[in-house]
T-cell receptor
Framework: DAGVIQSPRHEVTEMGQEVTLRCKPISGHNSLFWYRQTMMRGLELLIYFNNNVPIDDSGMPEDRFSAKMPNASFSTLKIQPSEPRDSAVYFC????????????FGPGTRLLVL | DAKTTQPNSMESNEEEPVHLPCNHSTISGTDYIHWYRQLPSQGPEYVIHGLTSNVNNRMASLAIAEDRKSSTLILHRATLRDAAVYYCILKTLAGGTSYGKLTFGQGTILTVHP
């Protein structure tokens, strides 16, 4: 199994630009999670999906952030417009279901907004 | 939400056992105790979880106090590859806004000396 795949692995952009992060969960997993990690705030859950439906987006910092899961094998996290304070490592994770199963994390996307 | 308390850092020598403590005095009956670890520049990975009884797997052992107010992750023979941040997390199955979520704290930074 290839594990959770994230792209790009690194992204450098300028303030105001749109950023799209991508995630392919493990095949057969029904739940997908987006996390953000910074030195100041640690690892935070942004949003999670179950069967492609967003269940809880209370962690999404503001309207500049949006996430979609058009099918079971693909999800995007979009930031528009991006700001320097969005610089962080963004992780995607998946699990067979969201309430009990182990979460498997991807390698992360390191985002730097200048 | 039930919280966990872990030491900021611990040190160990290679091939020696390591006991990583976690306090969770406000744990409820429906909270599972999960441990994840994060190796440098990687996403978190699952280590072990339990509810009431001690648990063993190929990576580690989890010892849970009888009153469930604390637990200890045991690495039987630390290797250099075990150097990571270890997170103790309570995962509730009681419903509500925390249902099924992993809420990461600051964790314990484990340093393993050759």
């Amino acid at each position: 199994d290839a594990g959770v795949i994230q792209s790009p692995r690194h992204e450098v952009t300028e303030m105001g630009q749109e950023v799209t992060l991508r995630c392919k969960p493990i095949s057969g997993h029904n739940s997908l999670f987006w996390y953000r990690q910074t030195m100041m705030r640690g690892l935070e859950l942004l949003i999670y999906f179950n069967n492609n439906v967003p269940i809880d987006d209370s962690g999404m910092p503001e309207d500049r952030f949006s996430a979609k899961m058009p099918n079971a094998s693909f999800s995007t996290l979009k930031i528009q417009p991006s700001e320097p304070r969005d610089s962080a490592v963004y992780f995607c994770a998946s699990s067979r279901d969201y309430y009990q199963e182990t979460q498997y994390f991807g390698p992360g996307t390191r985002l730097l907004v200048l | 939400d039930a919280k966990t308390t872990q030491p900021n850092s611990m040190e160990s020598n290679e091939e020696e056992p390591v006991h990583l403590p976690c306090n969770h005095s406000t744990i409820s009956g429906t909270d599972y105790i999960h441990w994840y670890r994060q190796l440098p520049s990687q996403g978190p990975e699952y280590v072990i979880h339990g509810l009431t009884s001690n648990v063993n797997n190929r990576m580690a052992s989890l010892a849970i106090a009888e009153d469930r107010k604390s637990s200890t992750l045991i690495l039987h023979r630390a290797t250099l590859r075990d150097a990571a941040v270890y997170y103790c997390i309570l995962k509730t199955l009681a419903g509500g806004t925390s249902y099924g979520k992993l809420t990461f704290g600051q964790g314990t930074i484990l340093t393993v000396h050759p």
